[in-house]
């Protein structure tokens, strides 16, 4: 089979004429990690893997980050469960996000395999951090150049996340837990801007779920160039629904990219297995 790489609209790029439940030739590999590192996330159709062969394509890319607060698969702990149940109210990811900005070497990126999809619903939205930052206005990419900003993970897995429903709920169900872990963790600084280990372009790099604070500044100061930032930073042209169907695989670049899970099938399940890849701490524009 002969590769092609089709940009997906205005985020990502769809990877044809690949089987993921084989190993991939080097030429082949080379040209996804090239479209990875270029687009942000790559979309994958038409796969029939199995969880080893998931979790092979994974190591491929390095390390596995055994998540600490997502249900796992009873057979396969390299793989967090993606859920929600035709009962449930709240979905996993329902808000824009990039996963793993806690740690402090966030995750490289986290490949969604669709097991189970509702009849309709379920997208998921993508927005590049790479296009953000491109569009920022100079007064505002001045503003935030050369900043650094605290992540947290505390305020949305640990013991005092009471005022997030959707938080309390999927906790009460199984789906989110481990609160004491979070509750222990210490809070990395990242820049505000990196410069992406792949590509050596520019991304903004920080999101409405996990950064708390920019230092430096005062903390109402703080909060309002984050809101500012993140109102730039969701606007319609930096995004891209996909679209789940049978067989859809999403491999998206948590140092490039926002997601968000929309909530919009009730009633129906969907059900998803997601393994993460560990990643490596981040540069700022003058380290870059």
Request: aromatic share 10%.
């Given at each position: 089979m002969t590769i092609e790489i089709r940009t997906h609209g205005r985020v990502g790029a769809e990877v044809l004429g690949v089987d993921l439940s084989r190993p991939l030739p080097e030429a082949e590999f080379a040209q996804?990690?090239?479209?990875?590192?270029?687009?942000?996330?790559?979309?994958?159709?038409?796969?029939?893997?199995?969880?080893?062969?998931?979790?092979?394509?994974?190591?491929?890319?390095?390390?596995?980050?055994?998540?600490?607060?997502?249900?796992?698969h009873p057979g396969y702990p390299e793989i967090a469960l993606v859920v929600k149940e035709p009962e449930q109210q709240h979905n996993i990811g329902g808000g824009w996000h990039t996963d793993h900005s806690y740690d402090f070497e966030p995750a490289l990126g986290s490949i969604l395999a669709a097991r189970e999809l509702p009849p309709e619903g379920g997208a998921t939205a993508f927005a590049s951090m790479y296009a953000a930052y491109d569009g920022l206005p100079e007064k505002l990419k001045a503003r935030i150049e050369g900043r650094r900003a605290v992540h947290s993970a505390r305020h949305v897995f640990g013991s005092k996340a009471a005022v997030y429903e959707a938080v309390q709920d999927t906790r009460s169900d199984g789906?989110?837990?481990?609160?004491?872990?979070?509750?222990?963790?210490?809070?990395?600084?990242?820049p505000v801007v990196i410069v992406h280990p792949l590509s050596g372009k520019r991304a903004v790099y920080v999101n409405p779920s996990f950064t708390v604070r920019i230092l430096g500044v005062a903390d109402e100061e703080s909060q309002d160039l984050l809101a500012e930032v993140y109102e730039h930073c969701k606007k319609p042209e930096f995004q891209e629904d996909f679209h789940w169907r049978d067989g859809s695989i999403a491999f998206w670049d948590n140092r490039a990219t926002w997601h968000y899970a929309y909530n919009d099938y009730h009633g129906h399940r969907r059900a998803m297995h997601r393994i993460?890849?560990?990643?490596?701490?981040?540069k700022d524009q003058a380290a870059g």
């Open positions: 996804v990690r090239a479209a990875f590192a270029e687009h942000g996330v790559v979309f994958f159709r038409d796969q029939s893997i199995t969880e080893d062969q998931h979790i092979a394509f994974a190591r491929r890319w390095g390390p596995i980050n055994i998540n600490r607060f997502f249900a796992a789906r989110i837990g481990n609160a004491a872990a979070a509750d222990v963790l210490d809070d990395p600084v990242h993460t890849i560990e990643g490596v701490a981040l």
